[in-house]
């Protein structure tokens, strides 16, 4: 079963924190992804990345930094957390869009 | 820029009836159109998906949606709703390596 990994289901974090979410995929996939999704916003694209080492701004990056060092592997960063980026945060694969995306469970973040 | 609208925030049906969630969407060409579920802590699962030939599409779940360029929509239809069934539903448009999610609609359904 294909599956994309999201390492935590629930953080809490504390202001100014340097946070690190992780997402790891297992089917290949090019393109990776990361949304934040909020209630009545829907889900909004930070950043993606079509190989490795590389980054793209969605929109909303401020606040974000990405690392993709491996295929498999995409990460967000955030530099400092704020009380505002308490939300979830979903990640997604894909080979190409035009088949849909592969997401993972997501991970609650909260920050106090 | 292409863009997705789901009019319906809220939905609540009792078990056994039909549904339907509305999806509209903002694209010039014929889009890549999809439904996703979302169950309660869960990330997005793929139901259906639409890119050409014919415009009603089978899903998952036996869900079903309908395209109608005429109307630039493509709504969900499922036709006798179970509990199972209560999760977010959201449209989504794809183009050019761009995908554009609806805000939602939340299912709720009664005994």
């Known amino acids: 079963d294909v599956k994309v990994t999201q390492s935590s289901r629930y953080l809490v974090k504390r202001t100014g924190e340097k946070v690190f979410l992780e997402c790891v995929q297992d089917?290949?996939?090019?393109?990776m992804f990361w949304y934040r999704q909020d209630p009545g916003l829907g889900l909004r694209l930070i950043y993606f990345s079509y190989d490795v080492k590389m980054k793209e701004k969605g929109d909303i990056p401020e606040g974000y930094s990405v690392s993709r060092e491996k295929k498999e592997r995409f990460s967000l960063i955030l530099e400092s957390a704020s009380t505002n980026q308490t939300s979830m945060y979903l990640c997604?694969?894909?080979?190409?869009?035009?088949?849909?995306?592969?997401f993972g469970s997501g991970t609650r973040l909260t920050v106090v | 820029a292409q863009s997705v609208t789901q009019p319906d925030i809220h939905i609540t049906v009792s078990e056994g009836a039909s549904l339907e969630l509305r999806c509209n969407y903002s694209?010039?060409?014929?889009?890549?159109l999809f439904w996703y579920v979302q169950s309660p802590g869960q990330g997005l699962q793929l139901l259906l998906k639409y890119f050409s030939g014919d415009t009603l599409v089978q899903g998952i779940k036996g869900f079903e949606a309908e395209f109608k360029r005429s109307q630039s929509s493509f709504n969900l239809r499922k036709p006798s709703v179970h509990w199972s069934d209560a999760a977010e539903y959201f449209c989504a448009v794809y183009n050019n390596n761009d995908m554009r999610f609806g805000a939602g609609t939340r299912l709720t359904v009664k005994p």
């Open positions: 997604a694969s894909s080979q190409t869009g035009i088949y849909g995306y592969t």
């Open positions: 694209y010039g060409a014929t889009p890549y």
């Open positions: 089917m290949d996939h090019e393109n």
